[in-house]
């Protein structure tokens, strides 16, 4: 099985990693700086559940991209994804596979709308990584999962041979049934725990120490809504571990967006939080709005100062 992993970023580059240290076929489709960046200093992740440094993977650049490849995972940021389609088209063929694990679902229309309903299958991750200023990619949690399966529910031989392609590569490997399901709850969560610290400008157990715990359950609550307008009602075990990680007084969380507006980066607050708005369907989201509103300001101040 040809893997393509379409960058070599914290989550990409992680469980590319892995499946090429178990042996298996893989390529990262990255842009010209990151590909001299691996083939000098290698791929490295240092992780308590195994570090890892990989002598110059192979890597590829779009520009002499022509074969199809088996599977493409793609795991780029929301903001990237029209580029990263762009790039990897050459390696779509008749048969490949394309596993997009980005948070949301606006991504799955683009890809639809781009490649066909029947490339595309559902995925997400659950992992907390970031890449460090030497390229390195830091595993902070215990978890390393990749949960995907046919968005209609159906067993499928491709998806049967992909978890049988990577099980034991030192990650979980999860086939579902429901995973439009678990990337709503995913969804869910991400976007409560976004709007949150970002408003905050802090992590959760901070937030719980301010007494903010009732907004945090407020945006959990709306954007539940959100999906149960949308036939996605979450499971009350989803809830309420979702529940409890944002009134933990010992847990500090902070999603990914509010890093992003820490150094001064772009954000996916449009395709997280903008997209799960439009998707609203009378349920009341105020302070949902006020938290893609407070993204959207940071939004255009950023784009005024570059200018």
């Not at 991209?65 to 995972?73: A, G, I, K, M, N």
């Not at 490339?119 to 949690?141: K, T, Y």
Request: aromatic content about 6%; proline content about 3%; charged content about 25%.
């Amino acid at each position: 099985m040809r893997i393509l992993v379409v960058g070599a970023g914290a989550v990409g580059g992680y469980f590319g990693g892995r499946l090429l240290a178990a042996g298996r076929d893989v390529t990262f489709l990255v842009r010209p700086k990151r590909a001299a960046e691996l083939g000098s200093r290698g791929l490295s992740v240092r992780s308590k559940l195994g570090d890892l440094d990989l002598a110059s993977p192979r890597t590829i650049t779009a520009d002499v991209l022509r074969e199809p490849f088996d599977v493409v995972l793609l795991s780029c940021k929301a903001y990237d994804l029209d580029s990263a389609m762009e790039s990897f088209a050459p390696a779509v063929g008749p048969a490949t596979v394309i596993l997009p694990v980005l948070n949301g679902m606006r991504h799955l229309d683009a890809l639809d709308a781009r490649f066909g309903v029947a490339r595309v299958l559902g995925g997400l991750v659950l992992i907390s990584s970031a890449l460090d200023a030497e390229g390195r990619i830091q595993h902070f949690n215990d978890l390393h999962v990749v949960t995907f399966g046919e968005r209609d529910g159906a067993s499928s031989e491709r998806a049967n041979r992909i978890a049988a392609e990577w099980s034991d590569c030192g990650f979980e490997v999860r086939l579902t049934e429901t995973i439009l399901q678990e990337m709503w709850e995913k969804w869910i969560f991400i976007a409560t725990m976004a709007s949150a610290t970002c408003l905050m400008r802090a992590a959760t157990g901070d937030i719980v120490a301010a007494g903010g715990t009732e907004v945090s359950t407020r945006l959990l609550d709306e954007c539940a809504a959100i999906a149960a307008d949308n036939g996605f009602p979450p499971r009350e075990a989803s809830i309420e571990r979702s529940r409890g990680i944002c009134i933990a007084p010992d847990q500090f969380l902070m999603a990914s967006m509010l890093r992003d507006i820490e150094r001064g980066g772009h954000t996916e607050g449009e395709h997280m939080l903008g997209d799960l708005l439009n998707r609203r369907k009378g349920s009341d989201a105020h302070l949902l709005e006020i938290g893609w509103l407070h993204v959207k300001a940071y939004e255009a101040r950023r784009a005024r100062e570059s200018r």
